[in-house]
C-alpha cells in the first residue's frame, strides 16, 4: 500500500471542463484509521469539501463544492493512490456528479514546495 495522504497537497495534471477543478485547485487531504477528508479551492472553485474511506490503495469519496459563479455541486468519486518515481503519490480518479449530469476521469498529483 502506499504511503498516507495525510497532510499531502495535490492538484490536477490537467484542466477539467470549464467552470470546475483545474491545475490552479489545490487539494489539502487528511487521513486516519481508513478515513480521508481534504478541503480544496482554487481556480473556479472557491471552496470544496471531500470525505470517504480508504481501503488499501482505493479511496471512495464524495465531495461537494461552491463554484465563484455562486452554485454549488456534489459528486461521487473513486480513485486509485499510485506511487511515482520520485515518491510523489498520485490519485488516477474516476468521478461523476451527482447534483447535475456528467462524469469523467482525472488525475491529482502531489506537489512540491516549488510546485506550489
Known sequence: MAR???GLVLAPVADQAPGQVGTRTRFTYHEKD???WAGYAGGD???GHLVGTREGDRL???YVQLKRD???SSG???STVVELP??????EESWEWESQPGSGTS???????HDS
Open 60 to 62: 471512495d469519496f464524495r
Open 107 to 113: 488525475v491529482v498529483e502531489q506537489v512540491t514546495e
Open 76 to 78: 461521487h468519486c473513486v
Open 4 to 6: 498516507s495522504l495525510d
Open 34 to 36: 481508513g478515513e480521508i
Open 45 to 47: 472553485v472557491v471552496r
Open 70 to 72: 455562486g452554485t454549488t
Open 86 to 91: 520520485d515518491g510523489r503519490l498520485r490519485l
